[in-house]
């Protein structure tokens, strides 16, 4: 009715419409406005979305609604994922498109507001990273817990990214990744290791080799670690750089600093440094440190790596962390505590080392341990 009244007005004289096309437009903006807040209304109550009615209610221009629209899908992702991770029913996506289109706001707006919004946020580590020491395993560790920050942020994004055509998802993540400047190393890597989780090889090659994006995505994760130690490098001279000669030169001038060694170690695990007496002196540093987890874990990949089965103190450096790693988990008194240890211990099993392996004292310094925890902590039971 509405559009037919405009129509006629338009049909009027010219002197006849100019005196009634400024009120006519205040009242057909008043009842357009009227119409979406119902229409809005109808689609929120009928999926149970009545709490967001103030947020369009309250929206007096464009931006307005786009916040509001945000605040749906942030608020209501995770239940639309589901616990698995997985979307259950495709209900968020229509109501999404629904008030959009009552809205007149554009879905690519909504989605490019979105990401680009998750793709920037600073990536924020979990508490319980911090004995990792180095943020490209920080940024691992985070990214497996299921309720942090980071994972939450993956799930979102990726759930955003499937009301997008999958070659458009694929140069959203790349262009943000490649191209976008002044962005954190880390918030590339997020962007990369969605692109890797979600997108078919085939549809990556279209745009960039995938094993190229491999390498990039990799070497975020060593500048930003590089950036945490103080050592300057850029990614094109990583990239370029002879990964052995790069290492030792990095240990020689940095070897006191057991953030660097750790680093050090990684580069020589993932590119192959085929130098045992390095691998010898870090091991044995890192041990010194008290890092006797994180030498557990280079241990357990150590065995897969032909170049390293010759280290002769290989038995010595198991029954070190193993003992080591069980100690300070007793001594720490966490809740999981039991469950770290076993996995400490299914890790040591697995080795081939496991005949040198002095299982027998270690199971008798963990009961002594767990004595005397018991012993210190009754006192401040009873208090």
Aim: aromatic content about 6%; some cysteine.
């Amino acid at each position: 009715e509405l559009a037919r009244w405009g129509r006629r007005i338009k049909r009027m004289p010219k002197h006849e419409r100019g005196k009634v096309e400024s009120s006519a437009n205040t009242i057909y903006q008043h009842f357009k406005k009227s119409l979406a807040d119902a229409n809005t209304e109808v689609v929120l109550r009928r999926n149970r979305l009545e709490r967001y009615l103030p947020l369009f209610a309250d929206a007096r221009d464009v931006d307005a609604a786009v916040r509001a629209l945000a605040a749906v899908f942030e608020g209501e992702c995770e239940d639309a994922l589901g616990e698995s991770g997985q979307e259950e029913v495709g209900a968020l996506h229509g109501t999404l498109r629904n008030l959009a289109a009552i809205n007149e706001i554009g879905m690519e707006r909504l989605i490019r507001e979105l990401l680009n919004k998750y793709l920037e946020a600073p990536v924020v580590f979990a508490s319980e990273s911090s004995e990792l020491q180095l943020p490209s395993i920080r940024y691992h560790a985070t990214l497996r817990l299921y309720s942090s920050q980071e994972a939450v942020l993956h799930r979102r994004i990726t759930y955003l990214l499937r009301l997008q055509l999958m070659p458009d998802a694929i140069a959203a993540l790349l262009d943000f990744a490649y191209k976008t400047p002044g962005v954190a190393f880390l918030c590339r890597v997020r962007a990369l290791g969605i692109l890797l989780s979600i997108a078919p090889s085939d549809g990556i090659a279209q745009a960039l080799p995938p094993a190229d994006v491999h390498q990039y995505l990799q070497a975020l994760l060593y500048i930003a670690d590089f950036e945490h130690v103080n050592i300057r490098q850029s990614t094109t001279d990583f990239l370029k750089s002879d990964k052995a000669a790069l290492a030792r030169s990095i240990w020689v001038d940095h070897h006191e600093d057991a953030k660097v060694t750790m680093l050090v170690c990684n580069m020589c695990l993932d590119f192959k440094v085929d130098d045992g007496d390095l691998i010898t002196r870090m091991l044995s540093q890192l041990l010194a440190a008290g890092m006797h987890r994180y030498v557990v874990g280079v241990l357990d990949i150590i065995g897969g790596m032909d170049c390293y089965m010759g280290i002769g103190e290989l038995p010595r450096f198991w029954n070190s962390a193993v003992r080591g790693s069980l100690v300070q988990l007793v001594r720490t008194a966490e809740a999981e505590w039991i469950g770290d240890a076993l996995t400490v211990l299914d890790l040591c099993a697995r080795s081939i080392h496991l005949p040198l392996i002095d299982l027998g004292d270690i199971v008798r310094m963990l009961l002594l341990e767990s004595r005397r925890n018991s012993v210190n902590s009754a006192p401040a039971l009873m208090a």
